[in-house]
């Protein structure tokens, strides 16, 4: 279900884009993805505070521990329910001031009501979702994500029936509310099936674990947001809605196609997480084998990404106001190669509460890429924005995770994690040129139609996984050490099975 349902909620979501921006315009779908962005720093713990509350989890978890779990759940609970009251308070606050922020399409109270409606069911979803962290800690996030992605699907399914049957634009926001709702419900309703002793006061009720971590994750993802979620809302201070919308047409492509390939690497977060609490596990030669893993497929999509986002946003759009430059692909490319590179890393990170030591670098890093936005967006438009993001990462994050965690979890010199980076960034250069040269020589000629496009990406990118392929098998023994490990698992699983 999770691979149909990431493979069908973009396509349709491609759908919807296209035939949202005809119907509403430009500016409409630039105002939504800018209070998008604003709602994302409103909503800032919630992805933190999973964050914490699974880290302190791992342990009592695997001691079926329940006194241990229900204590720590029980201080975790009064965050949320503190955490969800403030949201609300602040979303009806920020709603009537964000219509001063730039000239909207739509008048103040329409603004105000579109904002309140957008941001009030993720304040509503902090009294929800307590027990969907422990399931997600436990490793079964499956039997709850199964209904998230049904509901995501028909979510996407009844904006595009709305948008087909020209429906007014306020039909949209309920849906998306009630999306965000019906989803953290369902989760918490099947959680707490799963586990019925959660609703047991513990005997102690002054844990406070909880809230010690937290603080420290809410910084990291303060520093993530800061980085990845500040584009629209800059562009649109300076170039207004609708230059926001173009943007938010990249972004869209490219955050979507970055969300599966780093799911892909995420799905075994808590599995690592657990390794890292094994006195006999290998854990540094999983982490590069994982390693290559990332890189592997970073370096398929953002090749892929980087060659055909400049012809692709057009025929998609069939707009000439959203033309992309080849600049703004290359580096929305290596963009994606980062984003996805460093996972591993960061997981190793979080997985050994080390997030509490990267504060610095969490203040560095949303400083860095906030200034760095002003400035370049002001100087070079929408190409500003993705430099910013580029220089932000490379400049700063990719100096010091790294660092933290060859020294604090393997006790290894940094330097060998920079060679192997090295590496796969020449490999996914030469790779790049290739696909560059195929594409513009045999593939990008001549006017076509999405789905004609579509199927020359389809050529393009299987010919980057071959490369790909045999250049990381011949070249990197840790990706045969990858191999080796993965066929070990099927063949226990069928001698299981027999």
Sequence with gaps: MSTIAAILLPLIGFVKVRLFVKLYGSGINGLQLTIAQVITFLNICELAYSLAFRQLLYKPLAEDDHEGVRRIYYGACRMFRKTGAAVLVCSVILALLFPRFSESPLGYWQTAGTFMLLALPYGISYFLMGPNFVIMADQKEYRINIFIQLISIMRMALMVLAIILKMPFVVILVIEALNILCANYTARHIALREYPWLQEKPQDLTDTSFKEKAGYAVIQRLSELATTQTD??????????????????????????????????????????????????????????????????????????????????????????????????????????????????IIARDANGLYVNAKNNAYLLAGVKIILSVILVNRFGLLGAVLATTIAYWGVDFLYNPVLVYRSVFRLPPKDYYRMVAGRVVAAVLIGLCGYVLWNRFLAAGAVSVVTLGLRIIVLGIFILILTTVLYWFSFRSFRNLYVRLMSVLKNRRQKQA
Aim: no cysteine; hydrophobic share 45%.
């Design 232 to 345: 629209n809302i800059v562009i649109s201070g300076f170039m207004g809605y609708a230059m926001s919308s173009v943007y938010g047409s990249y972004s869209y492509l490219t955050d979507n196609i970055g969300k599966i390939t780093q799911t892909m690497v995420q799905s075994p977060m808590n599995s690592f997480g657990n390794l890292f609490h094994d006195n006999h596990a290998d854990s540094f030669a999983v982490f590069t084998e994982f390693f290559n893993f990332a890189t592997y497929i970073s370096t398929i999509v953002a090749t892929v990404i980087a060659i055909v986002i400049p012809q692709f946003v057009p025929v998609w759009m069939d707009d000439p106001l959203y033309v992309a430059s080849g600049t703004i692909g290359l580096f929305l490319g290596i963009n994606i190669f980062y984003m996805t590179m460093r996972q591993p890393v």
